[in-house]
């Protein structure tokens, strides 16, 4: 484990504690199904708290996408471009990345690059 995978399991798990702080009573009946599956797959939890923590990394990756996607637009709307300006020869076609977020972009990142080769906790 580096300390990209102990971050991101310290926040994961931060957010949960606030979720319990905050959430209404669990339901018994739901809390002991998921304690039997967890006694007889007890690496569960170890893959949940993976899963959760690669599918939050994909969110905020859309999420940043949309705003750029939302700010082009906004910007091609205030500079006169309107809907069907690219039809009619705009000088400026829009950006071609597709909405569709990209994950695991290669280049230079701050960001840790889940799913990589070697070990460690985002490895799998």
Do not use: C, W
Not at 12 to 31: C, I, M, N, S
Not at 44 to 71: C, G, K, S
Not at 84 to 107: I, K, L, M
């Amino acid at each position: 484990m580096d300390k990209n995978d102990q971050n991101a399991i310290e926040s994961l798990f931060g957010k949960l504690a606030e979720v319990e702080r905050q959430a209404a009573p669990r339901d018994g009946d739901a809390e002991a199904y998921i304690n039997g599956q967890i006694a007889r797959q007890p690496g569960a939890p170890y893959y949940m708290a993976q899963t959760i923590v690669v599918q939050e990394h994909a969110l905020n990756t859309a999420q940043r996408r949309i705003e750029e996607l939302e700010e082009e637009l906004a910007s091609r709307q205030s500079s006169g471009g309107g809907l069907f300006s690219g039809v009619f020869g705009d000088r400026n076609p829009p950006r071609r990345g597709g909405a569709v977020p990209r994950v695991g972009r290669s280049g230079p990142s701050s960001e840790p690059r889940y799913g990589q080769q070697g070990g460690g906790f985002l490895a799998g």
